[in-house]
């Protein structure tokens, strides 16, 4: 790993420019406060040119959300995107620490640009996101040349924060916080398909993450500013728009009211039916599900829906009964099985996809294979696989039974293999089928054809030429004869 030399090393080209800072270095970075309250580049950050910036996204479609909106940010406040990375005049990393592996990628991107940093002191540098929220003032200390420091609940005090920068102090703002709605209008990268955040944070306790304490506590939007930015999205021209969360069933329990029924007012249920007729949107998914709170209720409104695709991603972990109880993901195999039975039955061509874990600490072999088998009774489409990472802070890293990495590279490879195998199996399903797909982008590989993705999520290309002349467009809802399938995408050409 490539990092600076701590600040105490001998007088480098970066200490005298931190000399050039004004007094607030004398006592330290300045923790933000959030006493003070919370700005918009409405306010703050007024507009005028300020150079090039770049951000470099690790993790999940939450930091992606979340980058997305700091570009909006960035570029209101007059910056203008960089061409590239190294000559960036402001560089963003918006980190993810879900594993070890996340994490130290973040170290060695960072390691580059402060030694840039120390040739030309200039360079505005910022981490933020879920690193550093997890490390805070630690991250100063270890990567002196940082100009910010900004945990995922101030992503939408950008402007506020850089104007403190602007102003010689270094900054770390991690409190915890309550994340007002941003008025700036987001960077987005596709001009198609939206993301739309619904609920921050997570408060479940599985006991190998670390999501709750970097994201935390839920903070759900108000259904009316949600609708109100799916609106803005269409009226744009976006044709599809997922709500996010790390725990989306979770969507509501956090806003007051009871029906007359006895029922939360605002439920996930509820919010899908009061964003579905958003003129111009075709497609509404949503990510991440909870198998403790997806209920028969969602099932039922998904079916009924028509804009609401058919495809759930529902994380499971671990096939093992005892496993998942000391994962604390309260619930059991069985009830999963009900879930995804529910959902066959309403929408027989549903695709599941999931998360799961191999390794985590005590997993036997006998338990693995359980998993192994759910994968293969319940026929995945896709399924995101990861080994066991000891997290900081979570109860699992401290516990017995931790596996070799031995271990833990074994039942990845066979897990990924049947995986693979699996979703091949799933595929075949479309062959010969005709699909919808909604055109996202060109191929980048093969730019005669455009991709995008099926109801059922699967990615597809398909040659941008219409048969009758002309070209179909990015936007368009095409419907593509399947005659080639993969594991994890489709071809076809377009009727
Ligand atoms: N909120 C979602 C997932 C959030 S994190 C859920 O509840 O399922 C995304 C995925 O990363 C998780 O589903 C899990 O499979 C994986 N993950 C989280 N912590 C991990 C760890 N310590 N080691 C390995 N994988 C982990
Ligand atoms: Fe992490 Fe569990 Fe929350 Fe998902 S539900 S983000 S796995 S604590
Ligand atoms: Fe990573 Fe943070 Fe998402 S840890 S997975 S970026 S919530």
């Not at 703050?44 to 700091?70: H, L, V």
């Not at 359980?370 to 066991?388: C, I, K, P």
Request: proline fraction near 6%; charge should be negative.
């Amino acid at each position: 790993m490539s990092l600076p030399a701590s600040p105490s090393a001998s007088r480098s080209p970066v200490e005298q420019a931190a000399a050039t800072r004004p007094a607030p270095e004398a006592s330290g970075p300045i923790v933000a406060d959030d006493a003070e309250p919370s700005t918009t580049p409405a306010t703050a950050g007024q507009r005028r040119p300020r150079g090039s910036y770049w951000i470099t996204t690790f993790g999940c479609q939450m930091n992606k959300a979340d980058s997305e909106r700091m570009g909006g940010i960035l570029e209101a406040m007059g910056y203008t995107v960089a061409g590239d990375e190294h000559t960036a005049d402001l560089v963003l990393y918006n980190t993810c620490t879900i594993r070890d592996n996340a994490e130290q990628k973040v170290y060695s991107y960072l390691g580059r640009q402060a030694l840039r940093k120390r040739a030309d002191p200039h360079l505005t540098l910022v981490v933020a996101g879920c690193v550093a929220q997890q490390e805070g003032e630690a991250l100063l200390r270890r990567v002196p040349e940082l100009d910010l420091v900004m945990g995922p609940q101030h992503a939408n005090r950008l402007a506020s924060l850089l104007e403190r920068v602007e102003s010689g102090q270094q900054v770390v703002a991690t409190e915890e916080h309550h994340i007002l709605e941003d008025i700036t209008t987001a960077r987005r990268d596709s001009r198609v398909c939206g993301w739309v955040n619904v609920i921050y944070g997570c408060n479940e306790r599985c006991t190998y993450c670390v999501v709750p304490a970097v994201r935390g506590r839920e903070q759900s939007r108000l259904p009316q500013a949600i609708r109100l930015e799916i609106e803005g999205l269409a009226a744009q021209g976006y044709r599809e728009v997922t709500l996010l969360g790390q725990n989306i069933d979770a969507y509501g329990r956090d806003l007051p009211g009871i029906t007359p029924a006895g029922r939360r007012a605002h439920t996930l249920t509820d919010l899908l039916a009061f964003v579905h007729d958003v003129e111009g949107i075709e497609r509404i998914r949503f990510a991440t599900s909870h198998p403790r709170y997806f209920t028969k209720r969602l099932i039922d409104a998904c079916a009924d829906l028509p804009k609401v695709c058919e495809h759930f991603h529902i994380p499971f972990q671990s096939g093992d009964d005892d496993l998942l109880r000391a994962m604390g993901r309260g619930y059991t195999v069985e009830r999963y099985r009900r879930i995804i039975d529910r959902i066959r039955q309403r929408m027989p061509d549903a695709a599941i996809s999931a998360d799961v874990i191999v390794a985590f600490p005590g997993e036997s072999d006998a338990q693995f294979q359980r998993t192994l088998a759910l994968v293969e009774e319940l026929g995945f489409d896709q399924v995101n696989t990861a080994a066991y990472s000891p997290r900081p802070n979570t109860p699992a890293a401290d516990w017995s039974g931790q596996l070799p990495e031995s271990v833990k590279v074994e039942r990845l490879r066979e897990l990924n293999a049947l995986v693979e195998q699996i979703a091949r199996q799933r595929s075949e399903r479309y062959l010969g089928r005709t699909e919808e797909v909604l055109a996202e982008a060109v191929n980048p590989k093969e730019p005669s054809q455009l991709m995008g993705r099926t109801r059922t999520n699967r990615l597809t290309f398909f040659p941008a030429a219409k048969p009758d002349g002309g070209d179909h467009r990015i936007g368009d809802l095409v419907r593509v004869h399947i005659d080639a399938v993969r594991s994890f995408s489709l071809s076809g050409s377009a009727c």
